[in-house]
Nanobody, 125 residues
Framework: QVQLVESGGGSVQTGGSLTLSCVASGAIDAYAAGWFRQFPGKERGFVASISRYSGGSTYYADSVKGRFTVSRFNSKNTVYLQMNNLKPEDTAVYYC??????????????????WGLGTQVTVSS
């Protein structure tokens, strides 16, 4: 199981953009990856996923579709989340995770292990 470290969060105004990075401790080519977020007092929820290897398949939560883009750069052991047109309701702590099975990222992420510390995104109106 690779260890993952998120970064790139910050404070922006409505309509702004941020790019989050998720760097793995080792090779992640064979891992599907995903981004998740947690609102204060709420459970962590799914944001976006990308399939393993070339990352040809991506999937997004309805709330971010058309605004967020997930990508991967395997040679850098990194997965990105480009966030555009940010809204105050996007304010949350963002986490990434990886698993050999895409199903576990999309449907079973609550059972994933080795969550990192996340990165805070704050969007002001």
């Amino acid at each position: 199981q690779v260890q993952l470290v998120e970064s790139g969060g910050g404070s922006v105004q409505t309509g702004g953009s941020l790019t989050l990075s998720c760097v793995a401790s080792g090779a992640i080519d064979a891992y599907a990856a995903g981004w998740f977020r947690q609102f204060p007092g709420k459970e962590r929820g799914f944001v976006a996923s990308i399939s393993r290897y070339s990352g040809g398949s991506t999937y997004y939560a309805d709330s971010v579709k058309g605004r967020f883009t997930v990508s991967r750069f395997n040679s850098k052991n990194t997965v990105y989340l480009q966030m555009n047109n940010l809204k105050p309701e996007d304010t949350a702590v963002y986490y990434c995770n990886a698993d050999p099975k895409l199903h576990n990222i999309i449907d079973d992420f609550r059972n994933l292990r080795s969550w990192g510390l996340g990165t805070q995104v704050t969007v002001s109106s």
